[in-house]
């Protein structure tokens, strides 16, 4: 079945959010510069490499995931939905690292400057790629759950509350690598199926899913409007989340 009314309205509210936020956190970093890369190679970039910077960024890409999602869930194609929700889990979590020090007001430890420097390092240290030096030293996906889970959730076992995300990423792993057991999602008995139907409960249920991925997209923005203080756009994030989902994330309208 496709997605109902009330999740398309949903859907809308979110992305026109979330674009709205990220327009007006633009307004408050140094904006991208035109630059020299390497050889004839120019582009637009941020040359500052703050934080804020990099959150929007990284709400932008939430923007693009989750109306992939939406799209790819709408022509029936779960394999690459699945991947795309798995994006979206580690971008959410990419956003609570970078805009935790900012949020709760305490110092950057090692790994957010660790972080920011891989995330705003080229791809390529040279004009032909075969030839580029640089290495990746990026942050651990394990130590960005434990910074997660121990400054977003106080009270609660940081061990337990990082297994639960673990669990939650595994879910979806599958789809992004390949794995046999989640490509027999499209397998009917006798044939592989592309795309399912709309009918087929394997692509409701994964639509019924997206509908949290939705809510959760919108509070991952909202984390990152946060991080702008009270010049950013929180309250207006903040205020749309709740005129649209109750605190579980279940469509209210």
């Known amino acids: 079945m496709p997605f109902s009314n009330k999740e398309e309205a949903a859907f809308t509210t979110a992305v ?30 941020y040359v500052e490499h703050q934080a804020r910077q990099a959150l929007i960024l990284k709400s932008v890409r939430l923007s693009s995931a989750l109306r992939a999602g939406w799209v790819l869930l709408q022509t029936g194609l779960v394999l ?22 900012l949020v709760f007001q305490h110092p950057r430890e090692p790994r957010h400057d660790q972080y920011l420097a891989e995330f705003f390092q080229e791809e390529f240290d040279h004009p032909d790629p075969l030839q580029a030096t640089q290495r990746r030293n990026r942050v651990s996906r394990r130590d960005i759950r434990a910074y997660v889970a121990r400054t977003y959730n106080a009270g609660l076992p940081v061990s337990q509350v990082v297994a639960v995300t673990e669990t939650i990423d595994a879910t979806f792993s ?8 989640h490509i027999m999602d499209v397998y009917d008995g006798r044939n592989f199926v ?21 809510h959760r997209a919108m509070m991952a923005v909202a984390v990152a409007a946060k991080a702008f203080g009270d010049s950013g756009p929180f309250e207006f994030v903040y205020k749309k989340v709740n005129s ?7 469509i209210q309208f």
């Open 16 to 45: 026109q959010t979330i674009d709205q936020a990220v327009a007006r956190m633009e307004t408050l970093v140094p904006q991208p510069i035109w630059t020299h890369l390497h050889g004839n190679d120019h582009a637009h970039r």
């Open 80 to 101: 690459d939905a699945g991947a795309t929700m798995r994006v979206m889990d580690e971008l959410d979590s990419d956003i609570m690292f970078i805009a935790g020090p």
């Open 174 to 181: 599958g789809y992004v690598h390949g794995a046999a057991v």
């Open 194 to 214: 592309l795309p399912l139907q709309t009918t087929d409960r394997r692509l409701s249920d994964m639509m019924e899913q997206y509908v949290l991925y939705v």
């Open 244 to 250: 649209v989902f109750t605190d579980d994330g279940k």
